[in-house]
């Protein structure tokens, strides 16, 4: 079968490249997966960068997320069968033409969901649900949140709007705003006005926001931080931009603010069973009723990677990029 290997740790677009490998075989516990579609996450990248929380041995596959049929089953799974369509974002290596992942770690997808939907539900969309469900917000509680047009950022805004949650999106440029409310998300704001304090004022009618959530880093941290009410909790979920956290300690200080991480894999690992279920079938219904969309932005071919990567990191993407074998 063919796989994406890359022998060393660097920029994937240098290092990974098709080779063939053995067909994997299933051992108890677990299911070969023939791939359709999966997604290229930017954890994805910076694992082939090796500078992700999780590095694995050289030379190693890629790839985290996928929807695929059920090919073959390992000795005692019994609750799926030959032909089902799957997806997991939790099995590590799925950039391949097939794969093995444990029979727990993989979701049978419903008929009336894509492909495309399918092979992008799990990582970002569940990480964002897991996330609005671990900040306790109420219906009519305020959420604030940079990198508002990102993937996550977009999920937390639609998932939090469809919950009662207002929530508000900083962008770094003009344009972000109007792709965000073309795609029906209006609270939006572009931190490069000099007015966007005022202008969140105005938006929130002065109302107390309880949280905020960084996904960028550096200076884009503080300015969230800043906008917290007392004892307000700053969540940092990435670093787009930098590994520091810039903070005035002014704002944690006099506003009794909390600071904590969210890393989504390490939350749906240690998460019960019977609410990861329950959240899952919030998704899948927000999908199926269109309350939640999950655009893709362009499909590649394993040999196109130079170009799927490319496409990965384009400012002012909309969707997903998904790799097809």
């Known amino acids: 079968?063919?796989?994406?290997?890359?022998?060393?740790?660097?920029?994937?677009?240098?290092?990974?490249?098709?080779?063939?490998?053995?067909?994997?075989?299933?051992?108890?516990?677990?299911?070969?997966?023939?791939?359709?579609?999966s997604s290229i996450h930017n954890h994805d990248l910076w694992t082939v960068r090796g500078t992700y929380g999780f590095k694995p041995e050289l030379p190693a596959q890629s790839g985290t997320e996928a929807v695929g049929i059920v090919d073959a089953l390992g000795e005692g799974v019994e609750h799926l069968t030959l032909g089902q369509r799957v997806t997991t974002g939790g099995t590590f290596g799925v950039w391949a033409e097939y794969f093995l992942a444990?029979?727990?770690?993989?979701?049978?997808?419903?008929?009336?969901?894509s492909d495309e939907a399918a092979a992008q539900l799990v990582?970002?969309?569940?990480?964002?649900?897991?996330?609005?469900?671990s900040l306790d917000l109420q219906p009519g509680d305020w959420l604030i949140q940079n990198a508002a047009n990102g993937a996550?950022?977009?999920m937390v805004a639609q998932l939090g709007a469809a919950r009662g949650i207002n929530v508000v999106g900083l962008v770094r440029r003009a344009e972000g705003v109007a792709e965000l409310r073309a795609q029906g998300i209006e609270r939006v704001i572009s931190t490069?006005?000099?007015?966007?304090?005022?202008?969140l004022t105005t938006l929130t009618g002065g109302a107390d926001i309880r949280v905020g959530i960084d996904s960028v880093g550096g200076r884009a941290a503080g300015d969230v931080l800043s906008t917290?009410?007392?004892?307000?909790?700053?969540?940092v979920f990435g670093a787009m931009a930098s590994p520091k956290l810039e903070l005035a300690s002014g704002d944690i200080i006099f506003k009794q603010a909390t600071v904590k991480g969210f890393w989504g894999s390490v939350v749906s690992r240690e998460m019960p069973a019977e609410l990861k279920g329950q959240l899952f079938q919030e998704l899948i219904g927000r999908v199926l009723d269109g309350t939640l969309t999950l655009p893709v932005a362009?499909?590649?071919?394993?040999?196109?990677?130079?170009?799927?990567?490319?496409?990965s990191g384009e400012p002012g993407r909309v969707g997903k990029v998904l790799l097809r074998p």
């Open 1 to 37: 079968m063919n796989a994406l290997i890359h022998p060393e740790f660097g920029d994937p677009a240098a290092v990974l490249s098709v080779e063939e490998r053995p067909l994997p075989q299933p051992g108890p516990g677990q299911v070969r997966v023939r791939t359709l579609l």
């Open 102 to 113: 444990p029979a727990a770690a993989l979701i049978p997808v419903p008929e009336a969901l």
């Open 123 to 133: 990582s970002m969309p569940f990480s964002a649900i897991s996330l609005l469900h």
């Open 152 to 154: 996550v950022g977009r």
């Open 192 to 199: 490069d006005s000099e007015g966007w304090r005022d202008e």
């Open 228 to 235: 917290l009410a007392t004892n307000g909790t700053l969540v």
């Open 298 to 311: 362009a499909t590649f071919g394993f040999g196109q990677i130079r170009e799927a990567v490319a496409a």
